[in-house]
């Protein structure tokens, strides 16, 4: 089974510095992978994707993802934090099986943006 | 303007009842879901379904059920029978095949169950 974890359920963070929030997943195959946000009471909307190729991958806002195979990690970063970036961030893995296709989420990150 | 939507945003039911939570999309997706948020615990899958008149159990699929009669429509009733009802419920959607391997799901408002 694939499982996901994210390292601290809060973050805080001052306006301008650096934004890193953690993921380690497990996977007995290769996985695809994906950082969601998520603003209160909304939605969830995809930030960015590693599927194969380049292991750095860019998203929206600003954010970005290095995939580590020998890590099993999927780190997001952001260099300097905007008071926007104030919300909830959920690594996810793609979960194969015959009968359909299946994300695994870890239990998120809240971001909390200081001025 | 294509996507999800799910409707009511805010849902009040006293204790012991069923209540269907409304989810309709636009955006010609054969896959649908359906998960629950809880504070802490990230989303957990509650039913899926790849085609119209057919959907898998999820992980948490008990007190829950599910109908795929059209295309578009996936609604979620809580029966009574689940044990703790009050939580934020999410409906998603996705193309299917391979491209969905690599593609990504696209997600409603969510609504708040409250059961009092």
């Known amino acids: 089974a694939q499982s996901v974890t994210q390292l601290g359920s809060h973050v805080s963070v001052s306006e301008g510095a650096l934004v890193l929030l953690r993921c380690n997943y497990s996977s007995s195959v290769p996985p695809y992978l994906f950082w969601y946000v998520q603003y209160p009471n909304q939605g969830l909307q995809l930030l960015l994707k590693y599927t194969t190729g380049a292991t750095l991958v860019k998203g929206i806002n600003g954010f970005e993802a290095e995939f580590k195979k020998s890590e099993t990690s999927f780190h997001l970063t952001k260099p300097s934090a905007h008071m926007s970036d104030a919300a909830e961030y959920f690594c996810?893995?793609?979960?194969?099986?015959?009968?359909?296709?299946?994300?695994?989420f870890g239990g998120g990150t809240r971001v909390l943006v200081k001025p | 303007d294509g996507g999800i939507t799910q409707s009511p945003k805010y849902l009040f039911r006293k204790e012991g009842q069923n209540v269907t939570l409304s989810c309709e999309q636009n955006l010609n997706h054969d896959a649908m879901y359906w998960y629950r948020q809880d504070p802490g615990q990230g989303l957990r899958l509650i039913y899926y379904s790849q085609i119209v008149n057919d959907f898998q159990k999820g992980d948490i699929a008990e007190g829950y059920s599910v109908s795929r009669e059209k295309k578009e429509s996936f609604p979620l009733t809580v029966t009574s029978a689940q044990k703790n009802p009050t939580a934020f419920y999410l409906c998603?959607?996705?193309?299917?095949?391979?491209?969905?391997?690599?593609?990504?799901?696209?997600f409603g408002p969510g609504t708040r169950l409250t059961v009092l």
């Open positions: 996810a893995v793609n979960q194969i099986k015959a009968a359909g296709n299946k994300l695994t």
């Open positions: 998603a959607s996705s193309t299917r095949g391979l491209a969905v391997l690599m593609g990504e799901q696209f």
